[in-house]
């Protein structure tokens, strides 16, 4: 039985197979827009399998653009649904959305209801995002700089969340550190070249590339909650 | 006779990886694509006049300077994939400008401000990504089976690629968007603006018979 499967092809390309299809059955049943937009996804998730499949180093490096197209599929046909669904609300006046306002706690007014007076709402953020900040450091390199921008975000998000404006000294900060990220892209790519360069000071220049990237992937990613705030 | 399809090769750009290759035939898809590119570009706009039926006054469709502006954009970017895919000697790379026009297809049309427009486009994006999954499924086996991606190393390949080639080529008729998958394009090019709704027909021209060029060499 094993060998019949192994006959026509490795089990994971059968199962991704499988996956595609039977999205296709879903997608095919299914009358609601949104849902056929995330079941589409699926089938994309099924492509990423059967790349995975092939199991070599090459395999690896063709899974990036292959999801890096899916998603940019998938954004622009859910910004196409978003419009068509505005259009046939037939609102009589634009609204204008904010980034990340799903966020918000009640989706419909975006006001909190009742005058919640917690401790915590207030500090925990900044605790975290703090905890997260200095742990990326630690890690430094893309890992770090997203876990960095992920503390960022965290920060921004929450703040919006309890309806707290972000003080002007974090806001010139953070445009600051945005502006570091040149220095820091340079200081990435001179710790790069040095690798091929002088072969010997290796170390040297493998913290260069990781500091420089940190505060890169950091500052740029950290950027989207900043946009969020900017009127 | 099959083998001299492509035509006499000029050369090769040597981009580590990802060759670029000139031949007779991709010469003449590529500069194809960079002249209608460049008409694009300086064209303006088509002006529709819509005539009522039992009413008097007619309609004038005119495309205004910001869905011009965005529009015109995924024009060119469309061109611009288009020109790479007639010159790319990798396949995977060859999968990517498909999507990637297809990505810029769906943008073309998604300005506009009208329902039916976009429910075309809609229906067209979701067949656009499912369609994902042949082709690059279909690269990914090819990548398994052989061992390579380059166009040249397939071509000397004994391996028989049937069924991968049947997948691929059904990913290339999802991609873009012909007849089997034609019924929701078809509405798509009745969006006013002309040169950027020829530019996904050209687009999808020039990919098929790529594609076919492809199929006929590996």
Redesign the interface.
């Known amino acids: 039985m094993e060998n019949l499967v192994y006959y026509f092809?490795?089990p994971t390309?059968l199962v991704?197979?499988t996956v595609?299809i039977l999205s296709?059955l879903a997608?095919s049943f299914q009358k609601d827009?949104l849902h056929?937009?995330i079941l589409?996804?699926v089938?994309?998730c099924?492509?990423l399998l059967?790349?995975a499949?092939?199991g070599?180093d090459?395999?690896e490096a063709?899974i990036l653009?292959?999801l890096v197209?899916?998603l940019?599929?998938?954004l622009?046909?859910s910004?196409?649904?978003i419009?068509?669904k505005y259009?046939?609300s037939k609102k009589p006046k634009p609204r204008r959305y904010k980034l990340f306002e799903e966020f918000k706690l009640p989706l419909h007014t975006g006001e909190l209801k009742y005058n919640v007076e917690m401790e915590v709402l207030k500090t925990s953020p900044k605790f975290l995002a703090i905890v997260l900040i200095i742990y990326g450091a630690v890690l430094s390199g893309f890992t770090g700089g997203a876990v960095i921008a992920t503390g960022l975000l965290f920060y921004a998000l929450s703040q919006r969340v309890i309806g707290v404006n972000i003080s002007e000294e974090i806001k010139a900060l953070w445009e600051g550190m945005s502006g570091l990220s040149g220095v820091a892209w340079a200081l990435w790519v001179f710790g790069f070249l040095g690798f091929f360069i002088f072969p010997d000071k290796w170390l040297l220049c493998l913290l260069m590339a990781g500091l420089g990237l940190v505060i890169k992937v950091g500052s740029k990613l950290g950027l989207i909650g900043y946009i969020g705030e900017v009127k | 006779m099959i083998e001299t399809i492509s035509g006499f090769p000029f050369g090769i750009v040597p981009f580590g990886d990802i060759v670029f290759g000139f031949s007779e035939f991709s010469i003449i898809g590529f500069i194809t694509a960079i002249i209608f590119t460049i008409i694009v570009y300086l064209t303006k706009p088509e002006k529709q006049l819509e005539a009522e039926k039992f009413r008097i006054e007619d309609k004038l469709e005119v495309v205004t300077l910001k869905e011009l502006k965005i529009r015109r954009m995924m024009a060119i970017i469309c061109g611009i994939a288009t020109a790479g895919a007639m010159l790319t000697c990798d396949l995977?790379d060859f999968a990517?400008f498909l999507?990637?026009v297809?990505?810029a297809n769906?943008?073309i049309v998604?300005a506009v401000?009208?329902?039916w427009v976009?429910?075309a486009?809609?229906q067209y994006?979701?067949i656009?990504?499912?369609s994902?999954?042949p082709l690059?499924?279909s690269?990914?086996?090819i990548?398994?089976k052989t061992g390579t991606?380059s166009l040249f190393e397939l071509s000397k390949t004994q391996i028989s690629l049937l069924f991968e080639k049947i997948i691929f080529a059904a990913g290339m008729a999802g991609e873009t968007g012909i007849a089997p998958f034609y019924a929701a394009k078809a509405e798509m090019f009745r969006a006013p603006g002309s040169p950027y709704i020829l530019m996904i027909h050209l687009s999808s021209l020039l990919l098929i018979v790529r594609t076919v060029e492809i199929l006929l060499t590996i």
Do not use: R
């Open positions: 092809y490795h390309i991704g197979f595609g296709l997608i827009d056929a937009l589409t996804d089938v994309d099924a492509m059967i790349i499949g092939v070599t090459l395999a063709l653009p292959g197209v899916s940019a599929e998938l622009a046909v910004e196409v649904l419009t068509k259009l046939k | 995977f990517l999507t990637l297809g990505i769906i943008g998604s401000k009208k329902e976009l429910n486009s809609y994006g979701l656009a990504m499912i994902t999954l690059f499924g690269a990914g086996m990548l398994a991606l």
